[in-house]
């Protein structure tokens, strides 16, 4: 990576820190939304790395490079982190309010950041491992994926299921986990050369079938259970111009998973790279519709801070990394 594009992503980064702790407000929750959705390309990188060690075939030689280079942007993603710590108490109710019980233990500040850091600090140890040693072995990618599965899994629920402390999902982390997966292939896909075999489009279609089963079984569960917390999410999230973010999503899934039925589809490379941008277009939509609906309506100023801190943080996320 050059010079020029580790200073412009770290301007990137501090303009966005910056804009969290001027106006909490209007930028918090959106950054968090796009911290989300950045995350994806190092921490689901990351674990395709590990899972090409488990796993080899030709998947790995044309998504490898990629995937290592989508692995460095973990220190971007660490630095904008800062910012939600900067802007907590403008994002989150249960910073403001301690809750009773289990949930204001498990949502105390203090013990909710050191979580996430814990997080970042495993995380940040599989990528120096695997850098330093310029080979995974067979244990470490297992140990790695163990760690970086559940725990995944459980940031992603302190970081946006938290956001409505009496709403609980049990998929809420693996509906998290699919948009991550896709996100970080479809990155890849942009970033790797043809592959004619069609294996690249296989996996790209298991992904968006996982998307879909995880998207929708939450729903289906919660809606035919009907309790008063997940009917509330949901009411929230079919209102207010949300129920048609939600529908685009789900358009921007579909069309590439049924395309990429048809084999043909699978070996374009130029159709791939289509259904990666669609891919990235329809899951930017989705981290939106998961955190800004309870901050009220779909509104021109929320979508230009949404857009500007997509922009802010994809800056790092793409070009660090980046060979020179």
Same mark, same amino acid.
């Given at each position: ?25 209007? +930028? ?7 911290? +989300? ?82 997080? +970042? ?45 009496? +709403? ?157």
């Amino acid at each position: 990576m050059n010079d020029r594009a580790l200073w412009t992503g770290l301007a990137a980064l501090g303009t966005g820190l910056a804009a969290v702790a001027a106006w909490p407000l209007i +930028f918090g929750r959106v950054w968090l939304a796009a911290l +989300f959705f950045w995350s994806s390309v190092p921490v689901a990188s990351l674990a395709f790395c590990l899972m090409m060690r488990l796993i080899p075939g030709r998947w790995a030689d044309v998504l490898g490079p990629a995937a290592h280079r989508g692995a460095l942007s973990l220190p971007a993603v660490a630095i904008g982190f800062v910012a939600i710590l900067l802007g907590g108490a403008s994002i989150y109710p249960w910073a403001r309010e301690p809750l009773p019980g289990f949930r204001g233990a498990w949502l105390e500040p203090a013990f909710w950041m050191a979580r996430s850091l814990l997080w +970042f600090a495993g995380l940040g140890s599989i990528l120096l491992a695997t850098r330093l040693l310029r080979r995974v072995t067979t244990i470490s990618a297992t140990l790695g994926l163990l760690f970086l599965i559940p725990a995944t899994s459980l940031i992603t629920v302190d970081w946006l299921m938290s956001l409505a402390p009496d +709403f609980h999902s049990s998929g809420f982390g693996l509906q998290a986990l699919a948009i991550q997966f896709t996100v970080a292939l479809a990155v890849a896909v942009l970033r790797s050369p043809p592959d004619p075999s069609g294996t690249t489009g296989a996996l790209m279609l298991a992904l968006l079938m996982l998307w879909g089963y995880f998207a929708y079984l939450p729903f289906f569960i919660i809606w035919s259970s009907n309790p008063p917390a997940g009917a509330a999410w949901y009411l929230a999230r079919g209102s207010g111009g949300w129920g048609a973010a939600a529908a685009l999503a789900a358009v921007l899934h579909a069309v590439p998973l049924l395309a990429l039925l048809a084999p043909s589809w699978r070996r374009s490379a130029r159709a791939l790279k289509l259904f990666a941008l669609a891919v990235l277009v329809g899951n930017a939509v989705q981290a939106a519709w998961l955190v800004l609906p309870t901050s009220g309506p779909v509104d021109a100023a929320s979508l230009l801070a949404y857009a500007l801190a997509l922009a802010l943080l994809g800056v790092p996320a793409l070009l660090i990394g980046r060979p020179s």
